[in-house]
């Protein structure tokens, strides 16, 4: 067998097994859900275009809490929700291994890299194995939280999977968790008023289901999930001029 490489070995396989699926559906539909509702009060749209998604696809969406994760799982149908995994900062969430195992098990996270390089083999060969054995991913374009609750630059790593391994790009637009629990608060908050306040209301949004167009880069690609966030109603940055501008038209992994 070839050398994992240190990404993979970091991965935690264990839980994507029946008992921890069923440990982490009860934990997020039976305890973090109902806490989470004590601050927010969710909607969710564009449930229809998952009507016919059986998996696997690669789930892309905006990040300004450490709420996004268990809201957008929340979210999904049952049979999406238990064979989605989620990519995670290597270097924030598996520096220790009691974290690892905490985010594994509460979220089925998966490290990745989010600073240079992300893609290479060497640092996607677990992720490449989930997506061949029909697991779903849901990553983060922006690669961290939105310190302002807008939504930053879109990395187009996402785009490269899902072309990579031929299956759908779905964007997902989370909106009003910023205001709930921005970066750098540990636990929810409500929104000031009378007693104890009032709940954050809160929005899930789901987009159809994207796949490149013929001579379609990356870039253009990511730039349809802009325009899918923007027109749910956030306030984007539109794609930069550089390397992206030139990549290559987007296609299935070869050799």
Excluded at 16 to 44: H, K, N, Q, S
């Amino acid at each position: 067998m070839a050398d994992r490489s240190p990404f993979a070995r970091l991965d935690a396989p264990w839980a994507r097994r029946p008992p921890a699926r069923a440990v982490r559906e009860v934990f997020l539909m039976a305890v973090l859900g109902p806490i989470m509702d004590l601050y927010t009060r969710r909607r969710v749209g564009g449930r229809r275009h998952l009507s016919g998604v059986r998996g696997p696809v690669v789930f892309v969406a905006n990040h300004s809490s450490h709420m996004d994760t268990p809201t957008i799982l929340r979210s999904l149908p049952r049979h999406l929700r238990r064979r989605t995994a989620v990519a995670a900062a290597a270097d924030y969430f598996y520096r220790s291994r009691t974290r690892a195992a905490a985010v594994s098990l509460a979220f089925n996270t998966v490290p990745m890299q989010r600073h240079g390089g992300g893609l290479h083999p060497a640092s996607t060969q677990h992720v490449d194995e989930l997506l061949q054995q029909r697991w779903s991913l849901l990553m983060f374009a922006e690669g961290t939280r939105s310190r302002r609750g807008d939504v930053g630059r879109l990395r187009s790593g996402a785009a490269v999977l899902a072309a990579q391994h031929d299956v759908a790009l779905v964007p997902v637009y989370v909106g009003g968790t910023h205001a709930a629990m921005p970066p750098g608060q540990g636990w929810p908050r409500r929104e000031p008023g009378r007693g104890p306040g009032r709940r954050h209301p809160i929005e899930v949004r789901f987009g159809p289901p994207i796949r490149p167009r013929a001579g379609e880069d990356r870039r253009q690609v990511m730039e349809r999930v802009r325009l899918f966030f923007a027109e749910s109603g956030a306030t984007t940055t539109p794609a930069g001029r550089g390397a992206d501008a030139a990549a290559p038209a987007l296609g299935p992994r070869t050799g």
